[in-house]
Nanobody, 119 residues
Framework: QVHLVESGGGLVQAGGSLRLSCAAS????????MSWYRQAPGTQRDLVAT???????NYADSVKGRFTISRDNAKNTVYLEMKSLKPEDTAVYYC?????????????WGQGTQVTVSS
């Protein structure tokens, strides 16, 4: 079983910064892609950024140049550095990993962390 614990969300003024973390624990044989999604009220969950096992990153157009995704493979942790935050970045942010957890190879989700950007 793989568990994801997110942290780092909160309330910040527009133009500010936050850093999200997501640590994976449990029975983990390997982690492939690690991603962050977000979901605002009344909307679908959208991909924000992803990083492959080899460090290749990809971003949604809306966050390019402002957000940076990174991972620490030794700690099974993925980060999302968010700068120049805008009110439209307000959402619940979810960590997602594609991992081999022993009995199951597939996608795992965190519980979500709220990010609120005030204008």
């Amino acid at each position: 079983q793989v568990h994801l614990v997110e942290s780092g969300g909160g309330l910040v003024q527009a133009g500010g910064s936050l850093r999200l973390s997501c640590a994976a624990s449990g029975t983990i044989f390997s982690i492939f892609r690690m991603s962050w999604y977000r979901q605002a009220p009344g909307t679908q969950r959208d991909l924000v950024a992803t990083v492959t096992s080899t460090g290749v990153t990809n971003y949604a157009d809306s966050v390019k140049g402002r957000f940076t995704i990174s991972r620490d493979n030794a700690k099974n942790t993925v980060y999302l550095e968010m700068k120049s935050l805008k009110p439209e970045d307000t959402a619940v942010y979810y960590c997602n990993i594609d991992a081999n957890g022993g009995s199951y190879r597939g996608l795992y989700w965190g519980q979500g962390t709220q990010v609120t950007v005030s204008s």
